[in-house]
């Protein structure tokens, strides 16, 4: 049996081990060992046991998998060979980012707020002002005037709290005459945009007109 690859923390080590499973020993006051128990200080752990699958934390027989662990203060990280990372052991400050202050003794998967919130609208290159916030991720804005024919509507989302921006450009708008449409370059159409469950490619968008609602499932819209 071997090992890939080892770090040290406060007062515990862990590694990966030959088979791909990860490893831990030393102090487990804060349960930063992995084996679902929160033993202190009195406990001394010179043989390295092994983290447990997330998946099943009570079953002793399963471990862990991941490509990469790094120890902290009173805390473990491992970078999962699923992709994802775990995290265990004290979490006081929140240091875990699983969306608690509760210590876990078992590794918790690293959450990542990836909600889309849209941030602008504009058809073609000019920008809709004032955008009116609905329930969830959907917004409302007034279609400015402009020229009968198809506009491209470009919407500016963010990616939770990442400060990442994104634009989606492949919404489409049409100005019909203001003999078909009455003001519908003047005093706007209103439009309700909102964001899909994971991507913009998810868009929705709906015309309000008088008093009738008509849900859209196509990239142009009339």
Not at 25 to 42: D, E, K, R, V
Not at 135 to 163: E, I, K, R, W
């Amino acid at each position: 049996f071997t090992y890939v690859q080892i770090s040290g923390g406060a007062d515990h080590s862990l590694a990966v081990g030959s088979d791909d499973k990860v490893w831990a020993w030393g102090c487990n006051w804060y349960g930063q060992l992995g084996n679902n128990t929160i033993s202190g200080y009195s406990d001394v752990n010179p043989v390295p046991v092994r983290v447990r699958d997330p998946a099943n934390p009570t079953d002793k027989s399963k471990g862990l998998k991941a490509t990469q662990v790094s120890g902290g203060w009173h805390l473990s990280l491992a970078l999962g060979s699923d992709g994802n990372a775990w995290a265990w052991g004290a979490n006081d400050s929140g240091q875990l980012g699983d969306g608690t202050g509760n210590t876990k003794s078992a590794p918790v998967p690293v959450v990542f707020n990836l909600q889309l919130v849209i941030t602008g609208v504009r058809f073609d290159q000019t920008a809709v002002s004032g955008l009116t916030r609905g329930d969830g991720n959907s917004v409302s804005v007034l279609t400015p005037a402009h020229q009968p024919g198809t506009v491209t509507v470009s919407v500016d989302y963010m990616m939770g709290g990442t400060g990442i921006t994104l634009t989606d450009t492949s919404l489409r708008y049409t100005y019909l005459p203001a003999g078909v449409l009455p003001k519908a370059g003047g005093e706007g159409i209103l439009l309700a945009l909102g964001t899909g469950m994971t991507g913009m490619g998810g868009v929705l968008a709906s015309r309000r007109h008088r008093r009738e609602t008509h849900r859209l499932l196509y990239a142009s819209h009339e």
